[in-house]
């Protein structure tokens, strides 16, 4: 049985057989033409087993580009733009992003602004893009190292949730989209949570992911353009971003986004302990779950001035004030807490100490 479809605003999220879906969406819609976007390696794992089934049936143009938030950028764009002129693409064109969170946020943006906007499906193949990128109609491109610094609000017309598309993902992407889901069930859901500690990253339950797309979709829709509430999904973000930058500059292997919003949800956590009375029963919890699925990385004290540094050009923070979302207790959260230098040093010194 397929799981229910979760109406987000104006658009579907729907789950179950990827090709199945999507022949049932065209039977449903006319367009001039029709555009695939994939990067080396959902071409090779992704696609096949769609043009299986549409292959005669639904003619379709591929657009390829190499794998990597590194080509997430304005050239491979005006790449995409241009291919889509070359094949002839006209304003009832359609363009279906199957990939990761490159793929899906930059065709999504590539195809919002080809034309005005053309229309776009998302069908996401990462565990990162299934739970996080899918929702929320954030499109975008990095501009130097400033990521997603030029974007558009835009919703697809439907997004696709296929979890069979995970066994071929690596398990450290895996392990690294699951930080979203632990981050979904410490700030709303505590039944969630306790759900998700036994999870098998052999074989994702659908369920699981499910529940993850619905609660952020709970939040986005509720406040679209991150006036207030939709800031509860920064929750170790703040931290977590930090150590992502100061790890992709500085480490000959850096983090994955996930690894580091973990180290980014256990800082965070002692500081909900500080300012938000998260109890410590709940912060031992936290941490020994998030210990227990995470590599060890020791954050570098001497890089701290740095890190900071990076917290304060973070785009969500106004006035030089460092702004976080803290957890009142595991399935409960509150935006808004700004915390001192001084504290955050702390928290990471209290994470460095965990892993010794
Ligand atoms: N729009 C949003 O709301 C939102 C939210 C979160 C993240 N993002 C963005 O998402 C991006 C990260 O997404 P990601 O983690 O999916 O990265 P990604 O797209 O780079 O995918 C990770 C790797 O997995 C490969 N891959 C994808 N699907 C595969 C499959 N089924 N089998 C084998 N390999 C596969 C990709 O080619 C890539 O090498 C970032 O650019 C981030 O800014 C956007
Ligand atoms: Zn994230």
Redesign the pocket.
């Known amino acids: 049985m397929s799981l229910p479809a979760i109406q987000s605003s104006g658009y579907e999220v729907v789950f179950g057989d990827a090709a199945e879906l999507l022949i049932d969406f065209l039977k449903k819609h006319t367009y001039s033409k029709i555009f695939f976007l994939v ?4 071409s090779e ?2 696609y096949p087993g769609i043009a299986l089934h549409i292959a005669g049936d639904i003619p379709h143009d591929i657009i390829e580009i190499d ?3 590194e080509n ?1 950028n304005i050239d491979i764009c005006i790449g995409i733009w241009k291919m889509l002129l070359d094949f002839g693409a006209d304003r009832k064109a359609l363009v279906i992003n199957l ?7 930059m065709g ?1 943006f590539a195809a919002a602004t080809y034309k005005r906007g053309v229309d776009f499906l998302q069908i ?3 565990l ?2 299934q739970v ?2 899918s ?2 109609g ?3 491109i ?1 501009v130097d190292a400033v ?2 610094m030029v974007g558009t609000f835009t919703n697809p017309q439907t997004v696709i949730i296929d979890p069979n ?6 398990k450290s ?1 895996i392990v ?2 699951f930080a ?1 889901i632990i981050k979904h069930g410490l700030i709303v859901d505590k039944d969630y949570f306790n759900s998700i500690k036994t999870i098998d990253f052999e074989n994702i339950d659908e369920k699981i992911i499910h529940r993850s797309v619905e609660i952020k979709n709970e939040v986005v829709t509720a406040d679209p353009h991150e006036k207030n509430i939709r800031k509860k999904l920064n929750f170790g973000h703040t931290i977590g971003h930090a150590v992502e930058s100061y790890s992709l500059q500085h480490d000959k292997t850096p983090l ?2 996930g690894e580091a919003i973990a180290i980014g949800m256990i800082t965070e956590s002692w500081l909900s302990a500080k300012h938000a009375k998260l109890s410590e029963a709940e912060l031992t919890e936290i941490c020994d779950f998030i210990l227990s699925v995470y590599p060890t990385y020791k954050v570098n004290e001497n890089s701290f001035d740095e890190l900071i540094s990076y917290m304060k050009n973070d785009k969500k923070n106004e006035a030089d004030q460092i702004n976080f979302t803290l957890l009142k207790a595991i399935g409960s959260s509150e935006i808004n807490y700004t915390c001192s230098a001084e504290e955050i040093l702390n928290s990471i010194r209290f994470y460095n100490n965990l892993i010794k």
């Open positions: 990067d080396t390696n959902t794992h992704c794998a990597g938030e997430k990939g990761g969170g490159v793929v899906t946020d999504s996401p193949t990462t990162l893009s996080d990128a929702v929320g954030k499109t975008g990095d990521k997603n598309f995970l066994q071929t993902l690596p992407e690294s989209g979203e994955l986004h």
